[in-house]
């Protein structure tokens, strides 16, 4: 076989692999935690294919202008070249400040959002640059999401991560320290690569991180709110912003504020693919066990 011939033949294999590997578990997903999950978006930022091909297979880049009021000192302005290939991983970046009254931020919500309980990863490294909030949540409306967030302006931001069902305010303005967890994990360093975590269940959010310390110690955090767990179909997103609000994100961002992703893996069940198509799915292809996760 010649060389080129030899080449196509690979690249032919290749490409169907790639293919049946993402549609390989037809009786879904078993997390570590026991729980079985029908369905499935795996995007791997690291890909070959580049970070925006895995992106754009599963998620929306967010271009809106979002007008802010009270204590915000400027507007979130969602733009496209925020959402970027960065050191082979994607990147999600507030761009230093330009005064022009709008903060260019970055977004990516899911093309789903029929999402109803699941367990949600991502690898990543947070911003470091102060002002910003990096964040990763499921989202309805207002009262119908959760939160982990990231504020590069925190005192510790680097082990300091903020868990909150929403409201995590009650009516009177104060914390609900049921539904708003503020969490310090000594040892951790979030600007070095490690795993944050959702585990959505109808009666309890359980987040959680996976890293290592400094010196390679295995570093493991989690914590379960059981108040306004949401019961509603969703989409998730992952974004970095600011509107410079002395109160929360802080800032603008004086330099660039970037969060990079290594993956983003959602596992859950959705109100579109019931428990009945998902038995048939699993029963034509002969029960398989379902793959770990
Ligand atoms: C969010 O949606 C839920 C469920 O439909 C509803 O009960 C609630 O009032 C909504 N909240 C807001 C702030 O719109
Ligand atoms: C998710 O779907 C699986 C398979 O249908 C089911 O066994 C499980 O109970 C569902 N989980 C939730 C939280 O609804």
């Not at 196509?8 to 692999?17: D, F, N, Q, R």
């Not at 929403?166 to 994990?185: D, E, R, T, W």
Request: proline share 5%; net charge negative; charged share 10%.
């Amino acid at each position: 076989m010649t060389f080129f011939a030899l080449l196509s033949t690979l690249i032919l294999v290749a490409v169907p692999t790639t293919q049946v590997l993402a549609h390989s578990c037809p009786c879904g997903y078993k997390d570590s935690s026991g729980h079985l999950w029908r369905e499935a978006i795996v995007s791997t930022f690291t890909q070959n294919a580049g970070a925006l091909d895995a992106v754009n297979a599963d998620w929306i880049i967010a271009t809106d202008l979002e007008t802010q009021s009270g204590t915000a000192t400027a507007n979130i302005q969602y733009v496209t070249a925020n959402v970027f290939e960065y050191q082979d991983a994607l990147g999600l970046k507030a761009s230093a400040y330009d005064h022009s009254g709008s903060v260019k931020c970055a977004e990516i919500f899911t093309q789903r959002d029929d999402i109803l309980y699941g367990s949600f990863r991502m690898q990543s490294q947070v911003p470091s640059i102060p002002g910003v909030v990096f964040g990763f949540f499921t989202y309805f409306n207002d009262t119908q999401e959760q939160d982990i967030e990231f504020l590069s302006s925190d005192t510790n931001y680097y082990q300091t991560v903020h868990y909150t069902n929403q409201p995590g305010q009650l009516p009177n303005g104060n914390i609900n320290s049921n539904a708003a967890k503020v969490v310090v994990i000594p040892g951790a360093d979030f600007t070095t690569f490690g795993v944050h975590r959702i585990d959505w269940l109808p009666t309890s959010t359980t987040y959680s991180y996976s890293g290592n310390s400094d010196s390679g110690t295995p570093v493991t955090s989690a914590t379960t709110i059981t108040t306004h767990v949401p019961n509603t179909p969703s989409e998730f997103v992952i974004n970095v912003w600011s509107n410079g609000d002395p109160e929360w994100s802080h800032g603008p961002p004086t330099a660039d504020a970037i969060a990079t992703l290594h993956y983003a893996n959602l596992y859950f069940n959705s109100t579109s693919f019931s428990a009945a198509s998902f038995n048939s799915a699993c029963s034509a292809a002969g029960n398989v066990a379902p793959c770990s996760v």
